[in-house]
């Protein structure tokens, strides 16, 4: 399958933005459940940002509600992450992740068995 490759990230300054696109065209069918997730530099795990679902509405981590948005461009097969108002603690590698199932009792996508490699992003006070 296509492997997925999250683009888009770089050093901002605090309050600034960034959009991360990931293609995915391999995974642009069925309950598409797909989503973004980080590292940062303290965590050895990977974090749930954002996902997305066919029918569903979006879910976000509570640190991130009101400052990001994942949106699926079904015209060019790609995932998007678009992250306003960056503060310093959103610095972290950036992972897309697809071929999840939704969990209707958390309400979200899990066990989501495709990775890309990641994109870091840097924010600075």
């Known amino acids: 399958q296509q492997p997925l490759v999250a683009s888009g990230g770089g050093s901002v300054q605090a309050g600034g933005s960034l959009r991360l696109s990931c293609p995915a065209s391999a995974y642009m069918h069925g309950a598409r459940c797909m989503g973004w997730f980080r590292q940062g530099p303290e965590n050895r795990d990977k974090v749930a940002v954002a996902t997305i679902s066919n029918y569903r509405a979006p879910w976000y981590a509570d640190s991130v509600k009101g400052r990001f948005t994942i949106s699926l461009d079904n015209s060019k097969d790609t995932l998007y992450l678009q992250m306003n108002s960056l503060k310093p603690e959103d610095t972290a590698i950036y992972y897309c992740?697809?071929?999840?199932?939704?969990?209707?009792?958390?309400?979200?996508?899990?066990?989501?068995?495709?990775w890309g490699q990641g994109t870091q992003v840097t924010v600075s006070s």
């Open positions: 992740a697809a071929d999840g199932e939704w969990d209707p009792f958390a309400g979200t996508c899990v066990s989501l068995r495709s």
